[in-house]
């Protein structure tokens, strides 16, 4: 027989999901990295207690405990807090439903989610290697784990950070870098960094002591 006359079985194809519309999620609620660090204040942008919070949050852990909670996540990467430039992630989930019931039974509000990924982010602690397990599309991936990003004295930048951060990539950052940054977020340090004082502010108080002597 020629094998050309041989019907074909195709296999069946199991179906796709449909991709996930983003705009649903522009209602949901959002947490970000810095709500649960344990190196932040509460004035710095940390929302849960001392005892509750952890080091080196990084959004995929959050993402992972949400989802453990059953709730629909949407995992934005390269979102910032303004008060975290250093470890990018953002992660949203629709906590209430439309009518404003809870999503689940469990967890009622902000806190209680909160409360719960605290939990989460405590049993399942930051290693070096975990940035290694979220590649980055584009991004080359690295032999081996990043070590601590190198900034100067005086700025807050946690020790494990995502491959992608500003922080991480390009080895370290740069005064240069932080007052661009700085210009850009309206003169604000970023992520509780402490700013040096400018020379103007040196001259006028060396002028006002000349004018005491006189």
Same mark, same amino acid.
């Given at each position: ?11 069946? =194809?199991?179906? =796709? ?47 992972s405990a949400c989802? =453990? ?11 910032? +807090? ?23 039974? +469990?967890?009622?509000?902000? +806190? ?9 982010? =405590? ?40 491959? +992608? ?32 004082p400018s020379t ?15």
């Amino acid at each position: 027989m020629d094998p050309a006359d041989i019907p074909s079985v195709a296999r069946p =194809q199991a179906p =796709q999901k449909p991709q996930f519309d983003a705009s649903k999620a522009k209602r949901w609620i959002c947490l970000y990295p810095i709500y649960f660090d344990a190196a932040k204040t509460r004035t710095e942008g940390r929302r849960v207690g001392k005892e509750q919070a952890v080091l080196n949050p990084l959004a995929r852990s959050i993402a992972s405990a949400c989802a =453990q909670e059953g709730f629909q996540v949407y995992f934005e990467a390269t979102k910032l +807090h303004p008060k975290d430039w250093a470890n990018p992630g953002r992660v949203r989930i629709e906590l209430k439903s439309g009518d404003g019931r809870p999503k689940r039974s +469990h967890i009622k509000n902000k +806190h209680q989610l909160y409360y719960a990924v605290s939990r989460y982010l =405590q049993a399942h602690p930051t290693t070096a290697d975990m940035p290694m397990e979220m590649p980055i599309r584009g991004m080359p991936m690295p032999d081996k784990p990043p070590g601590p990003p190198a900034v100067p004295r005086g700025w807050k930048v946690n020790d494990i950070l995502p491959l +992608h951060s500003a922080a991480a990539s390009g080895g370290g950052v740069s005064e240069d870098f932080l007052k661009d940054m700085m210009a850009e977020m309206g003169g604000q340090a970023p992520g509780g960094a402490i700013g040096a004082p400018s020379t103007s502010a040196g001259a006028s108080k060396k002028k006002e002591k000349k004018k005491g002597k006189a």
